[in-house]
Every structure is written in C-alpha cells, then in structure tokens.
C-alpha cells in the first residue's frame, strides 16, 4: 500500500545514509510501486520549482530577443563571426537548459522530468539489479526498485532552483545519489559494503553511458537539422 | 525539530577547529549536515550583502550590475588579447547597454533576488565539496585500508567548514583575501586531521588519502582546459 506520509521520513534519513528507510522500502509489499510513485512526486516537485524558477528569473532580467540584438557588431574578425553565428544557433537550446525566457519549455518539463526521473530511475535500478544479482545479492528486481529509488533524494535540493540565480552542482546530486544507491542495495542484497560500492558506481557508469549516447544522438541530429530542432 | 540534533555543541566546534581528538567523536552525519548548511549561509551573508548593495545601486539584476562593473574596468586598463579578438569600445558599450537594460520587474526586486540565489549558492557549493570530496576521499581511505562507515566519517569531517567561515570576509579589501587562504588552509588541516581520527590509519596514509582526490581533480582540471584549448585552437584553424 503507497504510504507517501513516510516518504519525508525516508528522504531524510536517506539522505543521512542511514538504513531504516531502505529496510522499510525492501519490506513494503510493493517496493516497486512505491519507488515509482516516489520518483514521480520528486519528479513533479522539481519541475513546478523550476518553472517558478524559470518564471522569476525571466522577470529579473531583460528580454533575450534584446540581448541578442544588443550583441551584433560585438565581434571582430571572420572567426568569431563564426562563433557568433554558433552560438546564436545554440541560443534556444541555452535558453531552454538555463530556463530563461523559456518558461513554455518549463511547462513542457512539468511532464518531461517526472517521466524522465522514472525513466533513470528504472533503468539505474534494472541495471543495479543485474549487477548486484551477479555479484551475489539476493534482493529481488522489485526490492531493488524501491531502494534505489531513495537515490533521487538528493534532487530535492532542486526545489531551491525557485529562487533564480541558485544551482545546484549535478556531481552533488549525482555523487549523493550513488552513495545512498550503495547503502539500499547493501540493504536489499545482503551485499558486502565493497561489493555493493563496485555495483552502484558500475550501474552509474553505464547509465552515464547511455545519457551520454543519448546526447550525442540528440547533438548530431542538432547538427544534421542545421542548427534548429 | 530540535536544533540539537542538528548542530554539533559550539564546545565540539571549538575543540575541532583546535584539532583536539574530542571534537571529531560522537557528532552524527545530520548534525555535520546542518552544521555545513548553517555555516555555508553564515559565511555568505556578508557577500550577499555587498551584492544586494551593488546590484540595487545598478538597478538591475547581479550579473547584469557585474558586467557593468566589468565594463567600467575594462575601459580604464583594456588588457591587450582581449583587444586582439575584440573591438574593445564595441564590448564596453555592449556591456553597458545590457546593464542598462530593463526588466519587468522593479530593479530592487531583481537585484534582491538574484543577490539570494547568490547567498543560497554558498552553502549549496560547501555540500558538494563535502559529500563529493568525501566520496573520494573515503575510496581512498579504503584502498588504504581504513574500516570506518560512511557516516562517521562525514560527520567528522564536516567540522573543516568551521574555519571556512573565514572565507565570509572575502568582500573586506586585503583583509579578506588574507582570511579566505587561511581559512582554506585552516580547513584542510582540520579535514586531514578529521580523517586521522575517523580512519586510525597511519598520519602518513591518512594525509595521501586526502590529498591524492586533489592531485586527481587537478589533473583531471588541467586535462579539461588542454582539451578546451585544443578544441579552440582547431576550431580557430578551420576558418
């Protein structure tokens, strides 16, 4: 049964890396659900901060449109021409990733970072799953999922993205989250501390793989569409 | 909430920044936590300061009141290769204008708030060098030997941003400079200290496993900026 009243208690003491929420998780009847509907309330609750976030920092500073206007006759020379040109390419997509005058690419990421939360998370979990059972866990998929899902507590330091101009170091969050990853699954699997560490950083590894494949995708189909998606 | 549970005893502060042995046991994680987000707002609040202060007088924004500054300075000592790429009237009246620029909100509203996202950073960046440091620290402490858990080791060593508040005095001219080494340097023995105590490895193994993350991320530093610049340089060639 989904207990969201828990999930603070859990978060916190996630956070602390103490292993009360992940015994809790591994013992719920639906470990899997729970981590599920967890991920998406983070999910959500960051993406309504950052789109207060995106909304405040466009009201603090001056029109983009004007920013680019302002910039023309700046450069010297044929090559930082050529940088000039790159970057007024890439502008909306530094726009859409700062959140500056980008507030209907923020409604848009109000459904976006739930599923992608959920998404990350299924397969850090699906992949930590195969790796720990490789190296002995006993935990099943299930008690995995709901585990690993208290990785994301760290993402909650992303609800103070409201405030404009704060941000929040990825490798924090990315960090803070492998460390909690290793205290679930040494929970969930029964695993010694050094093995449940190799786990977690090589199911880290390799969705940092994928992301990165991903990018590269999304990049090369950037330059292939000539500069605008 | 109690605030106990969330900060070490003053008395525990003080004995660790004296690097006395007492001061690094019995401190939970939760209480290392509050006390780096704590001393991180602490030390940020005379810079936010000076920011509210600059970015209200320029009625703009914090970055836009910067590069307004950067501007003035710019035209009074223009440095010699950034005038080589460019035209330097050009690039000071083009930061002008941004500074000048209005936005829809009142120019003490956004110089308030963009001067607090600044304040918030402060504590935000002393968590990350504390739980990603630590991280390497501790691999380090592993492959030397060392037995100890997770969580005692950062809560001891969440005690090296006690002499970091000194960095909070950044603003004050000379002296703050002064006061922002020596709080580094303050911190890092405490850090080196914290790591002995907590690990019981040998001062000599203890001191390696925390300075090898340092040699590691500078090296990994200096192989980004190579990288950068070769991309530049061949991006340059091209044309």
Same mark, same amino acid.
């Given at each position: 049964?989904?207990?969201?009243?828990?999930?603070?208690?859990?978060?916190?003491?996630?956070?602390? #890396?103490?292993?009360?929420?992940?015994?809790?998780?591994?013992?719920?009847? !639906?470990?899997?659900?729970?981590? #599920?509907?967890?991920?998406?309330?983070?999910?959500?609750?960051?993406?309504?901060?950052?789109?207060?976030?995106?909304?405040?920092?466009?009201?603090?500073?001056?029109?983009?449109?004007?920013?680019?206007?302002?910039?023309?006759?700046?450069?010297?020379? =044929?090559? /930082?021409? =050529?940088?000039?040109?790159?970057?007024?390419?890439?502008?909306?997509?530094?726009?859409?990733?700062?959140?500056?005058?980008?507030? *209907?690419?923020?409604?848009?990421?109000?459904?976006?970072?739930? /599923?992608?939360?959920?998404?990350?998370?299924?397969?850090?979990? *699906?992949?930590?799953?195969?790796?720990?059972?490789?190296?002995?866990?006993?935990?099943?998929?299930?008690?995995?999922?709901?585990?690993?899902?208290?990785? !994301?507590?760290?993402?909650?330091?992303? *609800?103070?993205?409201?405030?404009?101009?704060?941000?929040?170091?990825?490798?924090?969050?990315?960090?803070?989250?492998?460390?909690?990853?290793?205290?679930?699954?040494?929970?969930?699997?029964?695993?010694?501390?050094?093995?449940?560490?190799?786990?977690?950083?090589?199911?880290?590894?390799?969705?940092?793989?994928?992301?990165?494949?991903?990018?590269?995708?999304?990049?090369?189909?950037?330059?292939?569409?000539?500069?605008?998606? | 909430?109690?605030?106990?549970?969330?900060?070490?005893?003053?008395?525990?502060?003080?004995?660790?920044?004296?690097?006395? %042995?007492?001061?690094?046991?019995?401190?939970?994680?939760?209480?290392?936590?509050?006390?780096?987000?704590?001393?991180?707002?602490?030390?940020?609040?005379?810079?936010?300061? @000076?920011? &509210?202060?600059?970015?209200?007088?320029?009625?703009? $924004?914090?970055?836009?009141?910067?590069?307004?500054?950067?501007?003035?300075?710019?035209?009074?000592?223009?440095?010699?290769?950034?005038?080589?790429?460019?035209?330097?009237?050009?690039?000071?009246?083009?930061?002008?204008?941004?500074?000048?620029?209005?936005?829809?909100?009142?120019? &003490?509203?956004? %110089?308030?708030?963009?001067?607090?996202?600044? &304040?918030?950073?402060?504590?935000?960046? &002393?968590?990350?060098?504390?739980?990603?440091?630590?991280?390497?620290?501790? $691999?380090?402490?592993?492959?030397?030997?060392?037995?100890?858990?997770?969580?005692?080791?950062? $809560?001891?060593?969440?005690?090296?941003?006690?002499?970091?508040?000194?960095?909070?005095?950044?603003?004050?001219?000379?002296?703050?400079?002064?006061?922002? @080494?020596?709080?580094?340097?303050?911190?890092?023995?405490?850090?080196?200290?914290?790591?002995?105590?907590?690990?019981?490895?040998?001062?000599?193994?203890?001191?390696?496993?925390?300075?090898?993350?340092?040699?590691?991320?500078?090296?990994?530093?200096?192989?980004?900026? $190579?990288?950068?610049?070769?991309?530049?340089?061949?991006?340059?060639?091209?044309?």
């Amino acid at each position: 049964m989904l207990q969201p009243q828990n999930y603070p208690r859990f978060i916190g003491k996630a956070l602390l #890396l103490e292993p009360d929420p992940f015994v809790e998780m591994v013992d719920d009847d !639906n470990p899997w659900i729970e981590g #599920l509907f967890l991920c998406a309330c983070i999910g959500v609750l960051v993406a309504v901060a950052q789109l207060v976030g995106s909304l405040l920092l466009t009201a603090s500073l001056p029109p983009s449109e004007a920013l680019l206007t302002l910039r023309q006759g700046t450069f010297n020379g =044929e090559t /930082l021409l =050529e940088i000039e040109r790159t970057l007024r390419s890439v502008w909306p997509l530094l726009l859409a990733y700062s959140g500056y005058d980008s507030v *209907l690419f923020r409604l848009l990421t109000l459904a976006t970072t739930p /599923l992608g939360l959920i998404g990350q998370w299924l397969l850090f979990g *699906l992949s930590s799953h195969l790796l720990a059972r490789a190296a002995g866990g006993q935990g099943s998929l299930g008690q995995t999922l709901g585990a690993v899902a208290l990785s !994301n507590a760290p993402r909650l330091l992303y *609800l103070l993205t409201f405030i404009p101009f704060v941000s929040v170091a990825s490798v924090l969050i990315h960090v803070w989250g492998v460390l909690i990853a290793y205290r679930g699954l040494e929970v969930a699997h029964e695993l010694p501390s050094g093995r449940a560490a190799l786990v977690s950083v090589g199911s880290w590894l390799l969705l940092l793989l994928v992301s990165s494949i991903a990018a590269i995708a999304f990049g090369a189909m950037f330059i292939f569409a000539g500069g605008s998606l | 909430m109690n605030l106990r549970n969330w900060l070490p005893t003053p008395q525990k502060m003080s004995d660790a920044v004296q690097l006395r %042995a007492s001061g690094f046991s019995d401190t939970t994680m939760r209480q290392s936590l509050g006390m780096v987000f704590i001393l991180g707002l602490l030390a940020g609040f005379l810079p936010f300061l @000076v920011n &509210w202060e600059q970015a209200t007088s320029a009625g703009s $924004a914090l970055p836009l009141a910067r590069l307004g500054a950067q501007a003035s300075l710019l035209q009074e000592a223009p440095l010699d290769y950034v005038s080589a790429f460019f035209d330097l009237v050009h690039l000071g009246e083009f930061f002008h204008l941004i500074a000048g620029l209005q936005q829809p909100l009142p120019g &003490w509203f956004a %110089a308030f708030l963009s001067a607090l996202g600044e &304040w918030i950073n402060w504590p935000l960046r &002393w968590l990350a060098v504390w739980i990603v440091y630590g991280a390497l620290v501790m $691999a380090c402490n592993k492959a030397f030997g060392a037995t100890s858990r997770l969580q005692p080791f950062f $809560a001891a060593t969440g005690f090296a941003a006690a002499p970091l508040l000194l960095i909070g005095l950044s603003p004050i001219p000379c002296l703050g400079r002064v006061s922002s @080494v020596a709080g580094i340097i303050w911190a890092f023995i405490v850090y080196a200290r914290a790591n002995e105590e907590v690990t019981s490895l040998p001062r000599s193994r203890s001191l390696a496993a925390v300075l090898l993350p340092f040699l590691f991320i500078l090296i990994l530093s200096l192989l980004a900026v $190579a990288l950068f610049v070769l991309l530049v340089f061949l991006f340059a060639g091209s044309f």
